[in-house]
Each structure stands twice: as C-alpha cells, then as structure tokens.
C-alpha cells in the first residue's frame, strides 16, 4: 500500500479551442486536468487549493468512499465549496477497485472544464484477467462552449429555457479534425501494428450520451466504472455521462501509414435541442523502423466509421443489455438476493407556472423543472453530511422523500396527466447494511429523455431494464439476479425503467443524481442518508479539520 500524494491549484487559465479564448477554470493551468495513478489498496491524498474566484469543490467519481464520505465532494451534500484562498485535502482509500473512473468539479457547471481520469491499477502482480495490452490510453470526451459555461447555465436557470447547447465535444479536450478551425487540435493515437492497447473511455460530457467508434476495428469491452465485465466484441459503443468503458483495441498486422478517424457523436431522444456534432481523433499507424512526421496530412483519404442514428434507442438498450458483470471466483458478483426495501422513482422532466413578475422562456412561458417522484432537489445552504453528522437536519433537510410516486399516472403515455411538483430537499434515510432494490421509471412528461442515472458512495446491479411501464408484477420474474452488469452509473431507457439491487454498506449522505448537468441544474436528484452500523468499520469517520465552512 502507498500513499499517492497530489496538488491541485485551482486558477484561471486561458485556452484557445474553434479560435476562440476564453479563460477557464483549471487544475495547475491543464485542461484536462492531471490524471491520478493510484493501485488498488492506495491511499490517495490531493491538497485541492483554490485560487480562483469561483467556489469550487472536487468529486472522485465511482469511488466508494468507504468510511470516508467527507472526502467524496458533491457541493452542499458532503461538503460546503472550497472558497477562493481556502483549501481542502481529499483523503480516501481506493478499496476493491480497479480500472478507470474520472474526477470532476461538482459545483454549478463548472465540471466542464474541471474533470481528468483516475486510473486504478490492480495490486502489484495482480494480472488483469486479459491479455496485458501493450499500452494503455486514457480518452476523455469533453463539451466546449465558445462562451463561459456559468453564464450559459445561469442564464437558463433565469429564463426557465434550456441553455445553449456546447459548440463542439472534445476528445482529451481537443475537438478534432471535422469542426472549422480545429484541424490542428486533434488527439492522435499513434500505435504499432499486431499490438494490443487498453483505451480507457470515459465520458465526462455535461449533457450527452455519445457513440463511439474507431472505422475498420473492433473493440473488445473489457471493463465498465471500474469494474471487469464478460468480455464482449463491438465496432461502436454508447458511454452516457458518469460512466467509463476500458476496450482492448488489437491493431491490424501490417498497416504502414494508414490513418483512420475515431469518432463520437450523440444519443438523443428528447425534444430540446442538443450539440449534433462529431469530435474525432486520428488513429495513426506507425511506419516500421521509422518515426512518424508529426505532420498529418488532412487531405489523405481518412476512413470514418459509421455512427448509429442520432436517436437509436434499440442500439442503445442492446448494448447495455450485453454488460455482464465476470461473476467468478475471483470477482464474485454479490448481487443482493433478498430485499429489506423497494423504491420506485418516477424521474424525469416537467415545467412549472412562471413565478410571478417574472418571464420564463421554456415550454408556453412555463420553466423547465425536473423532479424524482414529482420532488424538485433544492440545495441547501449547509452540508447535508455536516448536518446529519452533527445532528442538526432542521432546516437543511427533512427525512419524508416519498418511495413511490403519491399519485401514480400512465408514465410513459401520451399526453401524460402528471402536475404538481414540489420543490424540497428531502432525503431517504436507510438503516446500514439495508438491501435496497430501486426501480426508475423514465416519464415523457416532457417527451421521454433517457437520464443517466449516478450513485456516489456505491456500485449497483442493473438486475432488469425494460420499454414502456414497469409491472411489478411480471418484470421481477426476469431480473437478472447471477451476473448484472455493476456500475455507478447506468441509463434509464428512453420511455423505460431500470431495476437496481445495491446493499447500504458505506454510512454517510449519498447523492443520486441525473448525470446531465442541465436536468441536475433543473433538480433531477436526491439524497441518501445511510446509518452507522454496530461495528467500528461500519462508521462515518469523523469530518477532517480542514472540512470548508459555508
Ligand atoms: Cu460524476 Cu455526482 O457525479
């Protein structure tokens, strides 16, 4: 076990992408930010200081937090933000993890340009349970806004439209040969033929599910949010927001200068406008016995691999439906197979009247909102973990977050009848070591959208996703109870439902959330608070002395 020691300077930093700068806000002046390298059993300390003159706060996304939610990040839900001058150390232990997951800022928006990946390696002499790849590659795919991205969301919020949608996605922050201005700023791969590299896929994305393909190779699927599945075969995958994928990609034997496109575009069903542009990176092969030009020729002939339709929910619902967790002796899945508690959840968009004297630019002058079980998440103004810690929830949450929707509708249906969202913040609260199955229904409310839905502090078994209405009393019998994808991030369908089993083993204030800035901006979350257990490790730690005052 080591301790992995990290500095993170938060400032300002001027970055020039489609020939427009802006400055933004970065860690140590990168963007993307630095990558964590850690093993699995390692401590991880990062000194985050903030030098910016913006509120700031940092999530390790996927990571469990075992013991240790002080350190997990969510702004108002763990911690109140890192002030400008001030600093915070996160200090978590990385247990039973091993792969790719990200870090990002989680305050407002400002995750646009505050993230970077973790890579967790397995212990020394701990081999994957495939091939040793030959190198491994982390690609981040990224949004740009031309403009700043606080003003985008705060306008939004103050209109009640949508906001602008980005001007390009990024490849490790580079948009790629296929947008004006941009032919220079391309991430370029450049391998080896007949060898094998582990691409470490993560999509840190604000609003968009995206596919992603490389033309003329396969791609072999090897591990999901830090966690090994089956290993499964596909030319093009679909990432949501919050999620991480670990392909193997095997290089064609005898290739010399040949170049193709990797490309990703979005998925999207729902009625609002969204960024319907390709970021693309260049996979370049390296002649034999000599070094590459770095000058790429544009006007070669570059193959691009074919996308699925913008709005293919079939490709997106089969390819999740082909993640299976290993499930062997050595990664048992712990599926929870008897349950203390069930939830159903209806998320999903809706509007509100417009507050008087004021004028809202979304649906017929109504606002945009977004609620689960019709709750719109209100941040509070002082930490929900500081507040149940030191027991002192008045006033900054209540404990009556509804388990089920209170006037049950047709979910899925058109015209859907649903009204009436209420504004809180409410938690649930479950006693430790509580087996929880969740069921989330999409509503089309607004027009179905699917939501990528992300728990902190946990994984989760995807035991059953399905179209249409959930039947409590026929979709049980097909839950997938011996080797469910787990992960911490996973789609409800557009007009569809998923099931998670997880067991509420890690004491603290957990956030559930859509993993879409705009619908989180919008309220689409919520909280768990779980309970100490009996045992000394089955304990919140206490807050460090560091922990930020609001
Ligand atoms: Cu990656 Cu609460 O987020």
Known sequence: ????????????????????????????????????????????????????QYNVSLHWHGIRQLQSGWADGPAYITQCPIQTGQSYIYNFTIIGQRGTLFWHAHISWLRSTLYGPIIILPKHNVPYPFAKPYKEVPMIFGEWWNTDTEAVISQALQTGAGPNVSDAYTI???????????????????????????????????????????????????????????????????????????????????????????AARPYATGLGTFDNTTTAGLLKYKQPNSSLSSNINLNLPLLRPTLPALNDTSFAANFSSKLRSLANAQFPATVPQSIDRRFFFTVGLGSNPCPKNQTCQGPNGTKFTASINNVSFIQPTTAILQAHYFGQSNGVYTTNFPNYPLIPFNYTGTPPNNTGVTNGTKVEVLPFNT?????????????????PFHLHGYNFYVVGQGFGNYDPNKDPSNFNLIDPVERNTAGVPSGGWIAIRFRADNPGAWFMHCHFDVHMSWGLKMAWIVLDGKLPNQKLLPPPSDLPKC
Do not use: W
């Open 1 to 52: 076990q080591m301790t992995r020691h990290y500095k993170f300077n938060i400032r300002l930093h001027n970055v020039t992408r489609l020939c427009h700068t802006k400055s933004i806000v970065t860690v140590n002046g990168r963007f993307p930010g630095p990558k964590i390298v850690a093993r699995e059993g390692d401590r991880v300390i990062v000194k985050v200081v903030n030098h910016a």
């Open 435 to 451: 087996s929880v199955e969740l069921v989330m229904q999409g509503t089309s409310i607004l027009g179905a959208e699917s939501h």
């Open 172 to 262: 490790n922050g580079l948009p790629g040969p296929l947008y004006n201005c941009s032919t220079k700023d391309a991430f370029k791969l450049r391998v080896k033929p007949g060898k094998t590299y582990l691409l470490r896929l993560i999509n840190a994305a604000l609003n968009d599910e995206l596919f992603f393909s490389i033309a003329n190779h396969t791609l072999t699927v090897v591990e999901a949010d830090a966690i090994y599945v089956k290993p499964f075969d596909t030319n093009i995958l679909l990432i949501t927001p919050g999620q991480t994928t670990n392909v193997l990609l095997k290089t064609k034997p005898n290739l010399p200068n040949a170049t193709f496109l990797m």
